[in-house]
C-alpha cells in the first residue's frame, strides 16, 4: 500500500485518482502510524508553507515520516511536500522545515524579464506546462523523455545547498530546480497527478520502487 499523507493541505483525490488509474493500490492515511507500514509514502502539498508545516507536526506526521525515511521507505513529495523537505523557507517570514535536505525555499522575483515578449515581465505564480530537463537518471524517470512537460503551480522553488540532489530543472526566469533525488527520497515542483500521461508514467515508476 502507497499512503498518501493527510494533512488538510491538498487535493489529495487527485493523487489517489492517479494511483488508482495505474491499478496501484494507494490509501489517504489520517493517522501517523499508518506510515510504518506503507510500502511507499507520498507527502502532497498546496498553500502556504508554514501552515503546512504546522499541520504535519500538528497532526504528528513529521517522527513517522523521518522514521520510515531513515527505514529506506521510497518517499515522494509534491510541490509544497518538495518545499517542506528543506532547512527554511522565506514565504512571509523565514519558517524551518524538515532540514532532511540542506537549503532554502526561495520567491521568484517579480520583474523577472519574459524572453519570448519584448519589454514584458513573466507572471508570478509560474503556472501551466513548462519543459524539464532530467539531469539525473533518478529511477522516477525512467521510460520518459529527456526533456518531458510537466503541469506546475507556484509561486516559490527550492535553492538547494547541494547542487547533487537535483535530478531535474526547468526555467522560468532562471534555471530552478524541478525534481530532487536523494536515497529514497524524491520529490518535484510540478504536480505528476496534473501531467496527465508522463505525470501517470513518473507515478508508476515510483509505485514501482514500493513494491
Known amino acids: 500500500m502507497i499512503a498518501i499523507i493527510d494533512s488538510g493541505i491538498a487535493n489529495l483525490r487527485s493523487v489517489e485518482k492517479g494511483f488508482a488509474r495505474l491499478g496501484v493500490p494507494a490509501e489517504i492515511v489520517e493517522a501517523p502510524e499508518r506510515l510504518a507500514e506503507a510500502a511507499g509514502i507520498v507527502l502532497p502539498g498546496v498553500g502556504a508553507f508554514a501552515d503546512g508545516i504546522a499541520k504535519l507536526r500538528g497532526h504528528g506526521f513529521i517522527e513517522p515520516l523521518q522514521r520510515a525515511i531513515e527505514k529506506g521507505t521510497p ?11 528543506f532547512s527554511e523557507s ?4 523565514r519558517h524551518r522545515g524538515l532540514d532532511l535536505l540542506s537549503g532554502r525555499v526561495r520567491r521568484f522575483g517579480d520583474a523577472m524579464p519574459d524572453p519570448r515578449v519584448p519589454a514584458a515581465r513573466l507572471k508570478v505564480p509560474h503556472m ?19 526533456e518531458p512537460f510537466f503541469y506546475f503551480v507556484h509561486s516559490y522553488y527550492v535553492e538547494p545547498a547541494d547542487p547533487e540532489v537535483t535530478a531535474a530543472t526547468a ?14 527520497l524524491f520529490a518535484t515542483q510540478f504536480h505528476p497527478e496534473k501531467s496527465q500521461a508522463l505525470g501517470l508514467k513518473l507515478l508508476e515508476n515510483f509505485a514501482a520502487l514500493a513494491r
Do not use: K, M, S
Not at 522565506?90 to 517570514?93: A, C, K, R, T
Not at 501551466?128 to 529527456?146: K, S, Y
Not at 525534481?179 to 529514497?184: E, G, K, L, S
Open 75 to 85: 518517499v515522494l513529495g509534491i510541490c509544497l511536500g518538495l518545499h517542506f523537505l
Open 90 to 93: 522565506e514565504e512571509f517570514g
Open 128 to 146: 501551466g506546462w513548462n519543459r524539464v530537463r532530467i539531469e539525473r537518471d533518478a529511477p522516477i524517470f525512467r521510460g520518459l523523455p529527456e
Open 171 to 184: 526555467e522560468y526566469g532562471l534555471r530552478f530546480t524541478a525534481a530532487i533525488w536523494r536515497d529514497n
